[in-house]
């Protein structure tokens, strides 16, 4: 049994997607009094769908129209049809609500049943889910995903490491999915509590946090070399599982017979060279009660262009580095703080917190200055090779120059996702 898309000979998947673009502009105009509204004012018809490349013509979609359009937006369906709510946690204004068909549903479960494929379970593995189940889309998904696969789920939620610990051992699970700080916590309680031995994970689901390669490798070790995997996932695009990182783990292939991604420069909102950081804009192929079409997400990765050495054809993007909306300019050229994320993220000797300070020196320039925390028990005398990594990494890939400053792990403060990073002080 396989939950992969059997697309064999080229051009399969672009037909599929087509097919699926059509339907969706279709559907939308037709059941959405929003949509219908988008689509006349920017003089666009279902019937002028004609290729893929038509696209380009379809208005886009934001955030904002989901506020708009609160308690439920997007609507396409007569509400009769609609089995299931969903919400974003939202931290300011409303929350993002999406509404689910029960064909919704089920094709969610089978996009997080290819997840499960992908990571290399099999219905003999044991999944203790240790994410929130409520009102938002983390636990119900990965449990639908696991049920839809034929694994067994272990309910547990977040936190309760007591009964976590337990688990582990009296049930046997062989992998769990996690916030990556949840999975740090777990793999230090094991080790903590003597339970190494007893435990028999092998396989970690991590997501919705940035994650440095040094965390991920802690984790890792903490677990008896567990295997990491990254999964995405957004509210608005049903919810995570809708792509996963491969055992090559070299990116995230990403359900294209499900939605088009298309990776767009923000400010002009035309499409970056393969392989070129920008924002991902998405359009579904087979959601009803919610679709969505050339929303724009503000979350930034690239396009992994080249085939992934795993073998799988489904395409693949980057792992997410950081917010559209956080763009800074400096020295006339349009930076975004996730570029560093991610060049640190992939830096050996540092770990994740950094913070980028912005100064106008006497000398009548802009400097740039990165500060990042070095991994626990770095040694010292690795500073300077470890500084001049990153300082060529910038400049390679974001074309400007910055200069390095290491500080003790700890020494940064410890904050949420959407933590202050950026000091600016170029005009004060
Ligand atoms: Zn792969």
Redesign the pocket.
Known sequence: MTFMPNFNRAGDLEAHQLAGLKWTVAHAYDGSPFYRARLDAAGVRPDDIRTLDDMKRLPFTTADDLRDGYPFPLLSVPLTDVVRLHASSGTTGKRKVMTYTGKDISDWANMFARCYEMAGLTREDRVQICVGYGVWTAGVGFQLGCERFGAMAVPVGPGFLDMQCQFLVDFGSTVICCTSSMALLVSEEVRRRGLSDKVRLKKVIYGSERTSDAMREKISAGLGGAELYDIPGMTELYGPGTGLE???H??I?YWADYYILEILNPETLEPVAPGELGEMVVTTLAKEAAPLIRYRTRDLTRLLPEP?????PLP?HDRLLGRSDDMIKFRAVNIYPGQIDAVLSYSRGVGSEYQIVLEHRPDGKDHMTVRVERIEGANLSDDERVKKDIVRAIKSQMLVSAEVELVDHGELPRSERKSKRVFDHRFE
């Open positions: 491969c055992g090559a070299r990116g292939h992934c050495p795993c073998g799988n693949r």
